[in-house]
């Protein structure tokens, strides 16, 4: 297995503009910023995360989409992992999401995949599947998913040693947790079969705290141990990008900080 091409940054902001200059750069070859003389063309479905990646690499990219005059329209977001609460939650990953990407000049709500709430009607079971099928039915795999990590090494809502992880269900792509380590307890995350299916996985890690989680991706990275690390390594490592800040990057083998 291959690993990924690791970039270090000074700090998060710095990791917050490196992603989002390879955001730019995937846009653009894809057809999402019009050329000279033709229009754009194409489309990018996305995933994201919650914490960190929504609340300031998320608007990062923003920024620079919109600088590089990027059609939004063309764009689809879809999440990494959900938290299964009410519409209007502020616990909801849509929620910075939604926010972030007000400032995203064209953007198309309608392109905005957001899983079903737990005042909807459905169980969580329910809405993993209907987010499944919506999956399924929209895109045949993810041009990109990004990702965060906790401390822990927890990627998406996929957990160290949790059994989500341990045996997972080869034909899912979408999963139901109801006993996250992390609260709220109840959530929908794409599997790492979903994961390992997207043309490019970036991990944004910043944060001393997520040094010895980064340690273990690049060195341990089975699912049981590190799904973070299982995330980021494919046959050839082909699209799987870490960008981590100095303060995460203590324990990368071969980093002199
Ligand atoms: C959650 C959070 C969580 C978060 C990581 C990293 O669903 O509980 O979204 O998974 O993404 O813990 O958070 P930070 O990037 O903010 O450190």
Redesign the pocket.
């Known amino acids: 297995m291959m690993g990924p091409t690791i970039e270090i940054a000074r700090d998060a902001a710095e990791a917050a503009s490196v992603t989002a200059r390879h955001f730019v750069a995937l846009a653009r070859e894809r057809g999402l910023v019009p050329r000279e003389g033709a229009a754009a063309a194409g489309e990018l479905h996305i995933a994201v995360?919650?914490?960190?990646?929504?609340?300031s690499v998320v608007p990062a990219l923003v920024d620079a989409g919109q600088e590089a005059g990027l059609d939004w329209s063309r764009l689809h977001v879809w999440f990494a992992?959900e938290?299964f609460v009410a519409r209007g939650h502020d616990d909801r990953?849509a929620v910075p999401i939604v926010r972030a990407l007000r400032d995203a000049s064209g953007f198309d709500e309608q392109n905005l995949h957001v899983t079903l709430t737990s005042d909807a009607g459905v169980s969580l079971e329910e809405a993993a599947e209907a987010y499944e099928q919506e999956l399924r039915e929209t895109v045949p795999a993810l041009d990109l998913v990004l990702l965060?990590?906790?401390?822990d090494g927890?990627?998406?809502?996929l957990f160290p040693g949790h059994a989500l992880v341990h045996s997972p269900d080869p034909a899912r792509l979408v999963a139901v947790i109801r006993d996250?380590p992390?609260?709220p307890p109840e959530?929908l995350t794409l599997t790492l079969a979903a994961i390992g299916d997207a043309r490019h996985v970036w991990a944004?890690?910043?944060?001393a705290?997520?040094a010895p989680a980064v340690g273990r991706a690049l060195s341990e990275p089975t699912p049981t141990v590190s799904p973070l690390g299982a995330s980021l390594h494919t046959a050839n490592g082909e699209g799987r990008l870490l960008i981590v800040d100095e303060l995460a990057a203590s324990q990368v083998p071969g980093s002199a900080r």
């Open positions: 995360s919650g914490g960190s990646v929504a609340t992992d938290r990953n965060g990590a906790g401390d927890h990627t998406a809502s996250s992390k609260p959530r944004v890690v910043t944060g705290g997520k």
